[in-house]
């Protein structure tokens, strides 16, 4: 089961993402999966800690499954 975000105004950036989600504990954390190639964007690895992501698009971070959804 994917977990849904509400993102709140334009974008979120991936760091802050999986910190919000939980699937990291800290920033640093965070920006270790980045940087080692575990967490893709739409199907691509992304490697860009501050890479800004929209509502629709998908996160993939080892089993979890994360998808932008549209905020109040």
């Known amino acids: 089961m ?13 760091d802050q993402l999986l910190k919000a989600t939980g699937l990291c504990e800290s920033g640093g954390a965070a920006h270790a999966a980045i940087a080692d ?8 690895t992304e ?18 499954v994360v998808e932008l959804a549209p905020g109040g």
């Open 37 to 44: 190639g575990r967490v893709s964007v739409d199907g691509r």
């Open 47 to 64: 490697t860009r800690k501050r890479a800004k992501l929209r509502p629709g698009q998908t996160v993939r971070y080892g089993e979890a």
């Open 2 to 14: 994917p977990i849904v975000l509400a993102v709140r105004g334009d974008h979120i950036q991936l």
